[in-house]
């Protein structure tokens, strides 16, 4: 007796066994490897070249550096937020709001972009647009500094020039640095017949970046 339990130990039977060795995958070969390397590091040097070509006011720069961007990459929140500032340091404030608004549908939450966009349409006279924009921008963050420059820039196209400098006055406080938010606060000191307080702000614009050449 005694002898139960399947006997003597001899293990599972081979015909049950199960394999968990997995088949290794592999290796991409060096001609794949190089491959994608050359396109990566093209991509990166179409996006540093963009980058740089906006940092120093060289827009079409900028646009050529975009568009030699594979379509897919050119069509991200991103690209699209070079070409809307690109756009909007060359003058052309429709394109420029154009390509704001493609990249917020790509990413809503970009709030480097409130200035630029909110002056465009500014310039472009639309205040259902800039209104939408704003709101909707302080709903996300109270705290954004480009929202209140959007807010400003539609109080301001209202020609509610007071309430209009108060919101560039706490824009500025949130972005100590911006020199913009100081040029927007100087055209509206000079709407509000403030000429003193207007050259003052635009003086701080320069000192916070001597190339800021909208303060000049």
Do not use: M
């Not at 003597?8 to 066994?17: D, H, Q, R």
């Not at 970009?110 to 465009?120: Q, V, Y």
């Amino acid at each position: 007796g005694g002898g139960g339990g399947g006997g003597g130990g001899g293990g599972a039977s081979p015909l049950f066994a199960i394999s968990t060795s997995l088949p290794s995958p592999s290796s991409p070969s060096p001609l794949v490897i190089a491959v994608g390397n050359a396109a990566l590091r093209a991509l990166l040097q179409s996006h540093a070249a963009a980058a740089s070509a906006l940092s120093r006011f060289d827009c079409d720069a900028a646009l050529r550096a975009v568009a030699a961007l594979p379509r897919r990459h050119a069509a991200t929140a991103w690209a699209l937020s070079v070409v809307g500032r690109a756009l909007f340091e060359a003058g052309d404030h429709r394109g420029a709001a154009a390509a704001f608004e493609a990249s917020i549908e790509k990413d809503p939450c970009r709030p480097d972009d409130l200035l630029p966009h909110s002056t465009a349409l500014w310039h472009l006279r639309r205040p259902a647009a800039l209104a939408a924009l704003a709101s909707a921008a302080l709903r996300r963050d109270r705290r954004s500094a480009g929202a209140w420059a959007a807010v400003g820039n539609a109080l301001s196209l209202a020609r509610e020039h007071g309430p209009a400098l108060a919101a560039l006055r706490r824009a500025a406080r949130l972005a100590p640095a911006e020199p913009y938010v100081r040029t927007l606060a100087g055209h509206e000191q000079l709407a509000w017949d403030d000429p003193e307080g207007a050259l003052a702000s635009f003086r701080e614009a320069i000192r916070l970046d001597p190339r800021h050449y909208n303060a000049w």
